[in-house]
Every structure is written in structure tokens, then in C-alpha cells.
């Protein structure tokens, strides 16, 4: 399948894509267990794990890379959701607290760009999470999901990208040691197997991820200045995404 914003909405529909929301829905809390009064921002296709925040974080934001696409999120409501390229994000700096990356890094044309433009916007102390196909993971190997597409990463690739964007990785994990099929008996046997590997640090998880923490100090250079950020245009909110219109 190819990594647009259709296949996306429509594999998070599938009862595999919401087994997949459940599990890393999980990891994500767990590192981002508190943020109240704080900026979130969703970098990728992150909707479906931003909704965990809207009752504590001071404000949502979901940013979705241009060749994806975009939707309106979050529905309904004013949208919080913005098309942008991910190597001139449209914030100043310093402003916002947790970041969440996924189904961004590995499409990303330039990774380094898009970590780098992840640090000028991260406050002071912030943090990053980030996730990532595992590349000796079987979700991986397969197309007929997100995860199966672009550049899959190692432990070792993550945390040179975190050096040279001068984050500071602070915990590392696993998830999703069940099989990537629409069986019956894998999504019913899905919750012990995470269960398990999680546990055991058993191999053959599908995705890696790294909370990373901004380092304060960087050298100073010349950057591009961010465009005004724009909001979503109405006729995004008025049919569903991959609808043309009549």
C-alpha cells in the first residue's frame, strides 16, 4: 500500500489498524503520562493517538507531511490539523512541549531536517517521541501496512539521527509482536503476544521507538524563515478524504 492519507484513514478503520491504535496507544501514554497544561504536536499521520490529550494538554496539533495529505482533525470541531513540509515546520520557537512522531520519519526525504526543525520548536527540556518501522521486524517486510513503507530503522541508525540532531535519547521500547494479518486468531491472540514481548524483550517487534529529550545547547546557524502557518481550507471538512467532489 502506498503511505497517502487514504490508506492511512483506512487502515486505522480495519480491525488490524485499531488493534495497532490500542498497543501503541499504550506506549505512547506511558511515556507522555502527563500533559497538563502543555503544547502537544502530532508530526505524520497521528491523529488517531492525539485524542488521549485533548482533555489535559493546554492545545493539540496535528501536523500532516504534504505529499501524505491531510484531513481535518479533530472531527468534529474547528480543525487543529495543518498541511506542511516537514523540513520548515510553521511554529516559532520554543513552543511546544511533547512531540509525537509516526508515520513521519521513515517517508521523511530528509530525516535530519525534519529532527533539526523538532528541536528549534521543542521548549527547553522537551521531549520527543518517535516511531519507527523496525527493520528486522516482520511489519516491515510487508506492504499491506503503514509500516511497510519507506525507510525502516535499527536501534544504532535512531540513535545516530538523535546525536546529530542533538537529542538526547532517554528511553528506547517495542511494540507490535503480533503478526500484521486480519486473522480472527491473530488479533484475538494479539493481546497476550504484546503482553509477552513486551515483557521478555522478546525479538520480532514491528516498530522501535525512542523518547528523546532536547539538549539545550546547539550551535548557532542561518535557518529558513517558517512561513505563516495556514489553516485548513473548509472544503476539507465537508466530505470524506479520498471523495472527489461531484
Not at 488517531?48 to 500532516?64: K, Q, S, T
Not at 503480533?178 to 517487534?205: H, N, Q, Y
Amino acid at each position: 500500500m502506498t503511505l497517502d492519507i487514504v490508506d492511512l484513514r483506512s487502515f486505522y478503520d480495519s480491525p488490524l489498524g485499531r488493534a495497532t491504535e490500542r498497543f501503541l496507544g499504550e506506549a505512547i501514554r506511558a511515556r507522555f503520562d502527563n500533559c497538563i497544561g502543555q503544547a502537544v504536536l502530532g508530526i505524520g499521520y497521528a491523529a488517531p493517538y492525539l485524542e488521549m490529550f485533548r482533555g489535559d494538554a493546554l492545545r493539540v496539533l496535528a501536523f500532516m507531511p504534504a505529499g501524505q495529505g491531510v484531513v481535518n482533525w479533530p472531527e468534529p470541531g474547528p480543525s487543529a490539523s495543518a498541511l506542511i513540509e516537514t523540513g520548515m515546520l510553521p511554529l516559532p520557537d520554543s513552543c511546544i512541549d511533547r512531540v509525537l512522531v509516526i508515520h513521519a520519519l521513515e517517508i521523511a526525504e530528509h530525516p535530519r531536517e525534519l529532527l533539526g526543525e523538532i528541536w528549534r520548536i521543542l521548549t527547553p527540556g522537551g521531549r520527543m517521541l518517535a516511531i519507527a518501522p523496525r527493520r528486522a521486524g516482520l511489519w516491515a517486510q510487508l506492504d499491506t501496512t503503514p509500516f511497510g513503507n519507506g525507510q525502516p530503522y535499527s536501534r544504532s541508525q535512531l540513535r545516530d539521527l538523535m546525536r546529530d540532531a542533538l537529542f538526547s535519547p532517554t528511553h528506547w521500547g517495542e511494540a507490535l509482536y503480533f503478526a500484521p494479518f486480519e486473522g480472527k486468531i491473530v488479533l484475538r491472540s494479539a493481546p497476550p503476544f504484546e503482553k509477552i514481548g513486551a515483557k521478555l524483550s522478546l525479538p520480532g517487534a514491528g516498530v522501535i521507538f525512542v523518547e528523546a529529550m532536547k539538549q539545550l545547547y546547539r550551535p548557532v546557524g542561518l535557518r529558513r524563515t517558517s512561513p505563516a502557518l495556514q489553516p485548513l481550507q473548509p472544503v476539507l471538512g465537508t466530505r470524506p478524504a479520498g471523495i472527489a467532489p461531484g
